[in-house]
């Protein structure tokens, strides 16, 4: 065999390893790089099988210079569909959708743009108009040396071949995988574009709008709580995998202990049981709603439609028990008329907590702060003789996480505008998001939220309080990694044994750590909830 044509099979064989690999790479978890791997991708071996008979079929090359062009721009269309279709199941375990993806768009990307430095920010635009130009170069290369070689027979049986393989071998492979098994069949990026775009479609369209579900039976004397102020609150991706990944339960341990500690010298006690949310990884709202109004939600179109309804819920069943209602919003920056759906006496969003303290995260404000702006809310209802159910959605633990805010012990002055030392501010802020592993900032973030329980619980003093700490949803699929379980932690803390003793009856565990089995969904923890709060009439 001559040089030449050595160089030349040498070429081909770069060419068809280049064209498999671009659609056949993994993600490296928990990163937004990725890998070679071992997988095979049916859509490389339907293109080269294609081409080579095609190739038999006439005279003249498949392809004309212009057409290479233009299918190679069409192939870097496919390599970055499955680069954000592999990415997006390892990072934030789901596939995408397109439809809802492009709603969120805008905010993630003011989000991003808001807590990311400049120059990250830069980097990410730079990349973004590169990449696509980096990858037509080869790839442009490698079709227009495959289009080259079907002109020879012999080329056009090794391209023939090596298509037939790959088809014959994924297709084995995805017939002998187990449904959720690890498989060598590499997702083929040609239907999930397909797959996605017709989805979009029918959601634009409402052809696939089902009808809204019926609201459970939500009586209750509340007896058991008849009295004390009741706290809902829904901690931001507060998931089981805080529990479960030793990288983040070493982190987050020191401040559970204080916490646990916090419910001993104050008389508090925890019962705990783990709930199946009906969201993953963002999409709080859908958790809120679903525990809210006792309606598993886990569509942003049924979310949006119930929400202009009139539906009983959890604050409209305290509301008709003499409680005033207020939540506490502070991710609500713009106008929320949906709101009026919970039936809240008063909503107290991002603008009426005043906030004047230094910046943290996306939303500026601090879960203590929000805490103690709670507590003065509240007091002002309890002067005019109403006991309180409120209702407050953290936001410290929000990804990216960091910097995480320093923990105040003195809660007087978390309300003012210098609620930190300046030597403590600096530290937090020097500590910024490592954007390739955000695990580190996540368990910093969580053990401040535990800090903030316990000092929360001991400002308290005889208040008779019923608190219920819900986590919203796991965080992203980054940090769970992939196949994480849905599951969140659900504790209720109260002085009041009988309340405890019923909830226990409801299948909650004494102390902080949950059960190893989920007992219920966010949706049905609402009436058992409300069962052991006072009982069906």
Same mark, same amino acid.
């Given at each position: 065999?001559?040089?030449?044509? &050595? ?9 068809? /390893? ?31 099988? /294609? ?17 290479? !062009? ?12 499955? +680069? ?37 920010v830069a980097a990410v635009v730079a990349v973004a108009l590169l990449v696509p130009v980096a990858l037509y170069l080869p790839t442009r290369l490698a079709w227009s040396t495959v289009v080259k070689a079907c002109e020879l027979p012999a080329g056009r049986r090794v391209i023939a071949t ?8 994924? %297709? =084995? ?5 187990? #449904? ?6 590499v997702r083929s990026v040609v239907w999930s574009i397909a797959e996605e775009t017709a989805e979009f479609a029918v959601e634009a369209s409402g052809l696939n709008r089902r009808s809204l579900p019926d609201t459970p039976a939500l009586d209750t004397s509340l007896t058991a709580v008849r009295?004390?102020?009741v706290l809902v609150l829904f901690l931001e991706s507060y998931g089981m995998t805080s529990w479960e990944r030793p990288e983040i339960t070493t982190v987050v341990a020191p401040a559970r202990d204080r916490l646990a500690h916090a419910l001993a010298d104050t008389g508090y006690s925890v ?28 569509? #942003?179109?049924?979310?949006? !439609? ?5 539906? =009983? ?9 003499? +409680? ?15 709101? !009026? ?16 303290? #230094? ?6 404000? =601090? ?15 309890? $002067? ?21 805010? #320093? ?12 609620? +930190?030392?300046? /030597? ?23 053990? +401040? ?9 001991? %400002? ?34 109260? $002085? !009041? ?20 089995? %989920?007992?219920?969904?966010?949706? =049905?923890?609402?009436? &058992? ?9």
């Amino acid at each position: 065999m001559t040089l030449r044509r &050595l160089s030349t099979w040498a070429g081909l064989a770069l060419a068809l /390893a280049w064209l498999h690999a671009s659609l056949a790479f993994a993600n490296i978890w928990p990163t937004l790089g990725i890998r070679l791997n071992d997988g095979l991708s049916l859509d490389a071996g339907l293109a080269l099988l /294609a081409l080579a008979l095609w190739s038999a079929r006439t005279p003249t090359p498949a392809l004309s210079p212009r057409a290479v !062009r233009r299918w190679s721009w069409v192939w870097v269309v496919l390599i970055i569909g499955h +680069y954000i279709e592999a990415t997006a199941r390892a990072l934030y375990g789901r596939s995408v959708n397109i439809y809802w993806d492009l709603k969120l768009l805008p905010d993630v990307g003011s989000m991003f743009a808001f807590v990311a430095r400049p120059e990250l920010v830069a980097a990410v635009v730079a990349v973004a108009l590169l990449v696509p130009v980096a990858l037509y170069l080869p790839t442009r290369l490698a079709w227009s040396t495959v289009v080259k070689a079907c002109e020879l027979p012999a080329g056009r049986r090794v391209i023939a071949t090596v298509g037939t393989a790959l088809v014959a071998l994924w %297709t =084995t492979f995805w017939w002998i995988t187990p #449904p959720g098994g690890e498989t060598r069949a590499v997702r083929s990026v040609v239907w999930s574009i397909a797959e996605e775009t017709a989805e979009f479609a029918v959601e634009a369209s409402g052809l696939n709008r089902r009808s809204l579900p019926d609201t459970p039976a939500l009586d209750t004397s509340l007896t058991a709580v008849r009295g004390a102020d009741v706290l809902v609150l829904f901690l931001e991706s507060y998931g089981m995998t805080s529990w479960e990944r030793p990288e983040i339960t070493t982190v987050v341990a020191p401040a559970r202990d204080r916490l646990a500690h916090a419910l001993a010298d104050t008389g508090y006690s925890v019962v705990t049981t783990r709930v199946e949310s009906t969201t993953f990884g963002g999409e709080s709202w859908l958790a809120h709603i679903s525990l809210l109004s006792g309606i598993e939600v886990r569509d #942003p179109d049924i979310n949006r !439609r119930l929400m202009l309804e009139t539906r =009983t819920t959890l604050p409209r069943v305290f509301s008709q028990a003499g +409680y005033h209602t207020l939540a506490v919003m502070p991710g609500i920056q713009l106008d929320w008329p949906e709101g !009026r759906f919970y039936g809240f006496d008063r909503i107290h969003a991002f603008n009426d907590l005043k906030y004047a303290g #230094p910046s943290f995260g996306w939303w500026d404000v =601090t879960d203590q702060f929000a805490l103690a702006r709670l507590d003065q809310f509240a007091a002002e209802a309890r $002067r005019a003789g109403q006991p309180v159910m409120a209702f407050l959605p953290s936001i410290s633990t929000h990804a990216p996480f960091m910097p995480v805010p #320093p923990y105040q012990p003195d809660w007087s002055r978390i309300v003012t505008p210098t609620p +930190y030392a300046e /030597a403590e501010l600096q530290r937090a802020y020097e500590d910024v998001p490592d954007w390739t592993d955000l695990t580190p900032g996540y368990s910093k973030a969580l053990a +401040y939220t535990h800090d903030t329980l316990a000092g929360y619980l001991r %400002t308290q003093g005889d208040r008779d309080l019923v608190l219920v700490v819900v986590g919203d949803h796991q965080p992203a699929a980054l940090i769970t990694g992939e196949g994480a379980t849905w599951d969140v932690p659900a504790h209720v803390i109260t $002085r !009041r044994p009988d309340l405890l003793q019923r909830l226990r009856d409801q299948g909650f565990v004494d102390g902080l750590a949950p059960p190893a089995q %989920t007992r219920a969904r966010m949706d =049905t923890l609402l009436p &058992l909830l409300l069962s052991a709060f006072g009982g069906t009439r």
